[in-house]
């Protein structure tokens, strides 16, 4: 546990874009961003571009989280390097499970005995909106990544989602468009379905860090495509407007510095 009263900043791996309106846009680094400013930590975010996550990482000492088809390790966002320990880690359960072991007195991520669950429900919820990620791929390497970002998250995500095929490829058009995101849609409402209709989160009226999971997801979607346009506006209205209710409840917690 550590004293709060004068903390040193925290330094925030964050995937880097080339528009400013478009900056922070990852998923899996929202989780974090989330859980950083719902804990009020002081931090600062540091950019990087994806050819240079395993140089800079390894060099800050922080640990690979799996590894990739060929076997070697992966590193991958989010991570910190938290000055006030030496704590340097990635993959954001776990940075989430060390700031609430490290800094107790803040607001609770995880709540306690809710672990097993918190997990499941990330998980399935994943699950579920996956097909997503054949609309994604391609808009986030077209509109969202910096030149030297794009080989790099083309390779990647043809072998570790779709399997040798390219993200061009993968893409839906035409009808097969309109059954993707039908799926998408069937998806997000099964999430929903898990819920109370009145529940403004996953667990009530208790902020977690589940819901920091399906709102980084949504602002990914909300960077990505933008407001006006019909991909945002359907996912804003599916479910009674669940999701678009669930960002302005998270909303006092995004800032990016």
């Given at each position: ?172 058009r035409g009808e097969d468009a ?80």
């Amino acid at each position: 546990m550590t004293q709060t009263g004068d903390l040193k900043v925290i330094t925030f791996y964050d995937f880097a874009s080339k528009k400013e309106s478009k900056k922070a846009w990852n998923l899996n680094c929202w989780k974090t961003r989330y859980s950083l400013n719902y804990k009020g930590l002081p931090y600062k975010t540091t950019w990087l571009e994806y050819p240079d996550v395993e140089p800079i990482l390894k060099a800050a000492g922080i640990a690979p989280t799996s590894t990739k088809p060929d076997g070697s390790p992966l590193y991958t966002l989010p991570a910190i390097v938290d000055p006030n320990t030496g704590a340097a880690i990635a993959e954001s359960f776990v940075i989430a499970e060390y700031l609430d072991k490290t800094y107790p007195d803040k607001p609770t991520l995880i709540p306690a005995g809710t672990k097993a669950l918190q997990k499941s429900f990330i998980s399935a919820s994943w699950a579920n909106i996956f097909p997503v990620l054949k609309f994604t791929c391609l808009d986030i390497t077209k509109n969202i990544l910096n030149s030297q970002s794009q080989g790099h998250f083309r390779e990647a995500r043809k072998n570790d989602v779709f399997a040798g095929v390219s993200i061009e490829d993968a893409y839906p058009r035409g009808e097969d468009a309109k059954e993707e995101w039908a799926k998408v849609k069937a998806g997000l409402g099964t999430i929903a379905n898990w819920m109370n209709k009145d529940d403004s989160f996953v667990m009530g009226d208790i902020i977690s860090f589940a819901d920091f999971a399906v709102g980084g997801f949504l602002q990914m979607a909300r960077k990505m495509w933008g407001d006006d346009s019909q991909e945002w506006k359907d996912i804003s209205s599916w479910d009674g407007g669940r999701w678009i209710r669930l960002l302005e409840n998270l909303e006092k917690y995004t800032s990016v510095v």
